[in-house]
């Protein structure tokens, strides 16, 4: 400061002067006004390249996110033209098969080139099919005789009851009126004229004197109601949908006059007063009752056949399915469906014509293969024909198939080997090759027995052996030697076929072909256990307008999660718990006191019953994981009846179209078991 100060006194007044007149502020205000303004076009540039920018971003933005559905797009549509690549290389193949076979059969043909007045009437085929069809009209007469024989028997048991009823009370009405030949009264005797299948009463009479005299029910305290007057001439030509509405009014009166309103899922439970009779029924293990589907919408006639559960380590697909056989009588078509979520088809292909299949059965791979492989479903058909389809991908493409010349009635694996049940009474049995694929074009064949012959219906694997039920009898087979170990009879009755073979734990339930009676066998030694006749059941149940719908029979046997599931030639179906006399012992018996009815069931007899490992939710969603013990049982056959409803002749449908109705197409019933499995 001192320095600057004496520099400033230093300088003359004049220098001074000059100095501060030079000085002057108007200029530099005027170029402080410049640098503002020029400040506030910077700020206004600098807000429209910012908001440009933002605009940019978001259109970038923007571009990314079509950019990226674009490629989604690309990718589906690569993965659809592959899938289609798949299915046309599949056609193709199917074409060269095609045409590979109609080559071979015109080589085969030796008369093709011969003019047709030289060659033969009928070739082999033909005949092998007409011989085919002889045997089935056989078997179905022997069925028709066998129904012929229980109407006779129910009709003797009709007129005693009917001899049995007047009282004197009636009697002393006659006496009185003089009337001896009321139509009041009931009839005094009738002659027995010829026998015929088909009834010649209404449904009303036929429920009425068919109900037993020493009818062990609730509804047998009251007096029996008076006879009615005699039937019109006219009142037998009702149609049989007629007859049935009818029937199925009386049995809906009989349901809610001896089982009343107590009901839990579709099910039975006891009569009020009878709890005491079941008193280890436990209702949180009751099947609930989740779907009922119509198998398919589009074919009105289809009928069902057969089906089998695909569990996931044979597909190896993320839930169990279920591959359903339907169709005309001439054809069959496969459904593939997911239990879970039946109402969705997963896929459906038909199956080689002429002839309808007759049974269905999954194969698991072969152990230490070393390629990996997935499971096979083997087809059996009518003409004789053995079909073996992929269980996962390519369902549609059948990878071997080989022809028998005999039906095929069932399907079985058992320790590494396929047997195949044929109509002649012969196994079938199968092996694989060194290469570890199925040999179907060579085969052994086991004969069980001398003729007659009757067709092989069933085959069971335990550990004691292959259990094979032919005529009235089980032989038991040792599969590895190829040959019958022993035999024993299963009923009294040689006219009989054994059915159905169901085992768990130490014991086999068996059922044979029209007979309601099942029977409970040691597997290890095959000595009876248990004998049930299920018609005292279905009479206190059902009512005897039930047992006029067709004779009592067994069409349908299952064992899932502990319980005995049964299905009737009528289409009820029955749950029977499974209990074992103690701790120690392992032999299923069951008790008709703990049986329920299910109130949900088909208008004819059940095709099948089977069991999926699967869990639906309450709010009928899939659920995400699968319970332990949790089961999806599906029953199929024709039509649909609630038995608490009845048949009311709904859906406008007229008694005398031949088309079915609604209610009268295939159906399937999907119920829920949450216990775990026997």
Known sequence: TASLFSELSGLSQEYLDSVDLGASIQGANEQIEDLLSQCEELKRSHELVDSARRVLISRVVELTNDRAALALDVQSAQETVARLEGRLRELEEEVRRLRRELDESQRDDTESSLPLSLRQKFSRSEMARVVMEKNQYKERLIELQEALRRTQQLRASREKTV???????????????????????????????????????????????????????????????????????????????????????????????????????????????????????????????????????????????????????????????????????????????????????????????????????????????????????????????????????????????????????????????????????????????????????????????????????????????????????????????RKVERSFSVSSRSEQQVRFLCATRNGVWVACRLDPALRLFDWSTGHPLQEVDLTPLVTNTLGPAFLSLSPLQISALALVCGRLWVGTGSGAIFSIPLCHGSQSSSIPYCSLAEAQLCYHGHRDAVRFILSAPGCVSSSGAAGGAVAAGSHLVLSGGEGYINFRIGDDGGEGGDSSEPLPRRAERSHMIIWQCTASPT
């Open 163 to 481: 001899e049995e009823k007047p009282t004197s009370v009636w009697r002393r009405f006659h006496r009185l009126f003089g009337l001896t030949k009321d139509p009041l009264a009931p009839p005094t005797h009738t002659p027995k004229t010829r026998a015929t299948p088909i009834p010649t009463t209404t449904p009303t009479e036929s429920v009425r004197l068919s109900r037993p005299v020493n009818q062990s029910s609730p509804a047998s305290v009251s007096p029996p109601p008076p006879p009615t007057p005699p039937l019109s001439p006219s009142l037998p030509s009702v149609s049989p949908r007629l007859r049935k509405r009818e029937l199925y009014r009386d049995i809906r009166t009989h349901v809610w006059r001896i089982l009343g309103k107590k009901q839990l899922h579709g099910w039975s439970l006891p009569p009020p007063g009878q709890e005491a009779l079941s008193p280890s029924l436990d209702l949180n293990e009751v099947p609930v009752l989740v779907q009922l589907r119509i198998l398919d919408q589009k074919e009105s006639t289809s009928k069902l056949s057969c089906a089998v559960a695909v569990t996931p380590d044979l597909s190896a697909d993320h839930t169990c399915l279920v591959w359903v056989v339907s169709g005309p009588p001439s054809s069959s078509d496969v459904t593939v469906i997911d239990p879970v979520q039946s109402n969705q088809v997963l896929d459906q292909f038909h199956l080689p014509p002429p002839s309808p299949a007759l049974c269905i059965n999954t194969v698991p791979p072969a152990e230490n293969s070393p390629s990996p492989s997935s499971g096979t479903v083997w087809i059996g058909t009518q003409d004789g024909s053995l079909l073996v389809h992929s269980a996962s991908h390519n369902r549609r493409l059948c990878l071997q198939s080989t022809n028998l010349h005999e039906s095929v009635h069932s399907i079985t694996y058992s320790q590494g080997q396929v047997i195949a049940g044929l109509a002649n009474g012969t196994l079938a049995l199968f092996s694989r090759n060194s290469e570890g694929e199925w040999d179907v074009q060579s085969h052994q064949l086991l004969s069980l027995g001398p003729p007659p012959l009757q067709p092989i219906r069933c085959c069971l694997a335990t550990e004691a052996g292959l259990w094979c039920g032919y005529w009235n009898r089980v032989c038991v087979i040792d599969s590895q030697e």
